[in-house]
């Protein structure tokens, strides 16, 4: 079963005071804007960096052409301002319960530990390490906001990525065999548009009420893991059943 994790308000809680800081100075050094002059006319939560850098220039005044041709070039100034600015540890914002969920299930053979992340992957990756979680995610999995900055795209390169662990070029991960842990409506509807189940969880902004699309919603990581212990277990069954 592959389980594909969100990172902010998932795992971590109140680390991204570095990473949004990184983020503004990227736009401010790359397109010259005062992004602190800019107060963004959605919330953040939920998207990749690419989507909220897009929102912030837009609502300064960026064309969405020139937003396009210097993509790359924020996403690379951030990535760089992010090595500066992490905090050498982060293990205070791991959220409770957290390392004990990911140890038990990083010891079941038959679960894959992955990501799905609306930050840019080097980001990511610094922010798990300093937090003493990063060894727990292979290298080469996942889907990232440096992927791509629409979300619903992240899960299906996720799948694929798995999908070349041991398998034919170019197949990718059975999405019955998928499971999205996040935090935020925008990881249901990703989850979704993939056509994979969701685990939400009401440890970031959003409570239960607001989390109720999922297949399951748990208040924190012992209920996750409740919800967990069945989804794997109907997984395993149906698994069983397919191969009879």
């Known amino acids: 079963m592959l389980l594909l994790f969100d990172i902010d308000g998932t795992l971590l809680r109140g680390a991204s005071t570095a990473h949004a800081e990184a983020l503004r100075a990227a736009l401010h050094n790359v397109h010259h804007v005062n992004t602190e002059a800019v107060r963004p006319s959605r919330d953040a939560a939920g998207r990749t960096d690419g989507e909220i850098a897009r929102i912030i220039l837009l609502d300064a ?46 010891g079941r053979e038959s679960v894959v530990l992955s990501l ?40 299906p390169i996720a799948r694929r990525r798995a999908g070349a662990l041991g398998r034919a070029p170019g197949t990718s991960h059975p999405r019955e065999r998928t499971i999205l842990i996040g935090d935020t409506p925008r990881d249901i ?35 996750l893991r409740e919800a967990l212990t069945s989804l794997l277990s109907d997984g395993a069954d149906a698994t069983a059943d397919a191969g009879r």
């Open 116 to 155: 799905v992340t609306g930050n840019f992957e080097p980001v990511a990756r610094l922010k798990l390490k300093r937090a003493g979680l990063g060894h727990l995610f292979a290298a080469g999995q996942g889907g990232f906001g440096s992927d791509a900055e629409d979300r619903a795209m992240l899960p």
């Open 189 to 223: 509807a990703c989850a979704r548009a993939d056509g994979v189940r969701c685990v939400a969880v009401a440890s970031g902004p959003y409570g239960a009420d607001a989390l109720t699309g999922a297949d399951a919603v748990a208040r924190d990581a012992t209920e």
């Open 61 to 106: 005044g960026v064309s969405a052409q020139r937003i396009d041709e210097r993509a790359d070039d924020v996403r690379a100034e951030c990535c760089r301002l992010y090595c500066e600015l992490c905090p050498p540890d982060l293990s205070d914002t791991i959220i409770d319960g957290i390392p004990g969920l990911l140890g038990w299930l990083a």
